[in-house]
């Protein structure tokens, strides 16, 4: 199946895919999003074989219920070769989804144009999903159906300005919070810990 080929949609099951979130799935692209790699994590969560995957758009694997502001924000980061951490809903072939956390690491060449895109996924805790990121992926996209993408983004830059943070802080203090709150990482580090960075870094290493 060639990147030329369509997939056609999976039928929605509102299930969560069954699988080892201990694990890493890691892929990677070209410039434009085209899957080069995939690891067999990748293949067992999403359900396509490794031969399906290659040659194809990374958005195979994108839900209808993550809004599209979010990925416009990545990929305005991406092509400026900065990393993006994404809370990112995925959808299997099987039609079950799956929520991944992003990291990605990004090549350029000589003149300074992203050439690659490697990246990283963990799964997200489901405390995190059902009282953050659901609710605001939710009101996004309705936004998104109502007046346009603009007027999302819009609304996203209001809820991250209210919060005096970034996407990507926002994301790391939801993961810094739920540690705490889980008792495996000491409270007053967490006021501390630079979320864009070293808690990343940590998280994504661990």
Known sequence: MGANQLFQMPVIIDKEVAWDKTRTIMSKTDHRGIIEYANEVFSDVCGYEDYELMGQ??????????????????????????????????????????????????????????????????AVPNEIIKEHIEPLYKKLLQIEQASGVAYSEKYLIGFLEERKCSYIEFVGQLFA?????????????TETIDTS???FKRFFLG
């Open 57 to 122: 758009p990374h958005s195979i694997v994108r839900h209808p219920d993550m809004p599209k502001v979010i990925f416009k924000v990545l990929w305005d980061n991406l092509n400026q070769g900065n990393n993006f951490h994404a809370i990112v809903k995925n959808l299997a072939k099987s039609g079950r989804y799956y929520w991944v956390v992003t990291d990605f690491e990004v090549t350029k060449n000589e003149t300074g144009e992203v050439v690659n895109i490697f990246g990283k996924r963990k």
């Open 177 to 189: 919070q739920y540690e705490a709150s889980q008792g495996t990482v000491n409270e007053k580090k």
């Open 197 to 199: 960075k070293s808690f």
